[in-house]
């Protein structure tokens, strides 16, 4: 199993912006195979950090989903109203 986590410090006059995007994201990804899970969190701490947590059910299916046309049109749309993006794949160990 493949873990993504992806956190993207928004700017915060573009906050409702970024979540019209991230939900059409979060709807169209959940229904790809492979995907186990896929959320969107908002930091407590501090409203301008989003994070999607991601499961996939192996690296061909995140390559895929990192291919799809959603992906591709509204990740880099996402990005333009943030300061920053960080991400994290991940290996389950135990």
């Not at 928004?10 to 959320?39: H, N, P, W």
């Not at 299916?61 to 920053?84: R, W």
Request: glycine share 4%; net charge negative.
């Amino acid at each position: 199993m493949i873990k993504v986590v992806v956190k993207f410090f928004v700017k915060e006059e573009m906050i409702e912006e970024f979540l019209t995007l991230a939900d059409e994201l979060v709807r169209q990804t959940r229904k790809e195979m492979g995907c186990l899970s896929y959320e969107l969190v908002q930091d407590v701490d501090n409203p301008e950090i989003f994070i999607i947590i991601e499961e996939w059910g192996s690296e061909e299916a995140l390559i895929l989903h990192k291919a799809s046309g959603h992906f591709t049109t509204l990740v880099p749309m996402m990005l333009q109203l943030t300061d920053k993006k960080e991400t994290s794949v991940c290996k389950t160990l135990f």
